[in-house]
């Protein structure tokens, strides 16, 4: 059974601060990995995909991949109340066939 | 316009109806889902499609069946609804390219009474 694990939150962060959302997954030979947002209400959007061990920068938000670990993890910096949302981790298993396990989401609050 | 879009946007429906959800994308991708989502439980896939001829079973399919009626449109059936399908259901495309990073649809918000 392919698992992708969450923390459900809420995570509260104060306005400017890093909000750090983490995730983990248990098919070892994963191949991509992806973040999204989903405002209340709202379908799922994707903000960040990552593919290779390491950091990858897109603005404010910095993904981070570490394979031997096992886990992926989307760092938000300067943290603004617009960014309060869930955000769904996604990993796409071994194999070429793509079809993302999503975890259950993490909340995240940004109060001011 | 958007790029991916469902009808209806929201459905009250009662138990033993059959109802269809469509979905039409406009991004010329060949892959395509269908999602449902409850609360606490995630995104869970329930028939997925990688070209015209090509249906396949997600992880919660009993209960609905899909078309493939063009590379744009996939729409999912509820054959005879029953009050636990009551969800947020999702369509969503890919690219093989873009190594399945979705595009989801505005959703459908269904109930069954």
């Known amino acids: 059974q392919k698992e992708v694990e969450q923390n459900s939150g809420p995570l509260s962060v104060p306005e400017g601060a890093i909000a750090s959302l983490n995730c983990t997954y248990s098919d070892r030979g994963s191949q991509s990995f992806f973040w999204y947002r989903q405002y209340s209400g709202k379908s799922p959007e994707l903000i960040m995909s990552?593919?290779?061990?390491g950091d990858k920068e897109d603005g404010r938000f910095t993904a981070q991949l570490n394979k031997a670990s096992q886990y992926v993890s989307l760092l938000i910096r300067d943290s603004q109340p617009s960014d309060s949302a869930t955000y769904l981790c996604?990993?796409?298993?071994?194999?070429?066939?793509?079809?993302?396990?999503f975890g259950r989401g993490t909340s995240l609050i940004v109060h001011p | 316009d958007a790029d991916v879009t469902q009808t209806p946007r929201n459905r009250i429906t009662k138990t033993g109806k059959r109802i269809m959800l469509e979905c039409s994308q406009t991004?010329?991708?060949?892959?395509m889902y269908w999602y449902r989502q409850d609360p606490g439980l995630g995104l869970r896939l329930i028939y997925y499609s990688f070209d015209v001829k090509d249906i396949n079973k997600g992880e919660i399919s009993d209960g609905y069946s899909v078309s493939r009626q063009a590379q744009a449109k996939f729409s999912l059936s509820l054959e005879s609804a029953i009050p636990n399908q009551t969800a947020l259901y999702f369509c969503a495309t890919s690219d093989l390219a873009e190594q399945g990073a979705l595009n989801f649809g505005p959703g459908t918000r269904l109930l069954v009474l």
């Open positions: 991004k010329g991708h060949d892959r």
């Open positions: 990552i593919y290779s061990n």
């Open positions: 996604a990993v796409n298993p071994p194999g070429g066939s793509y079809i993302p396990t």
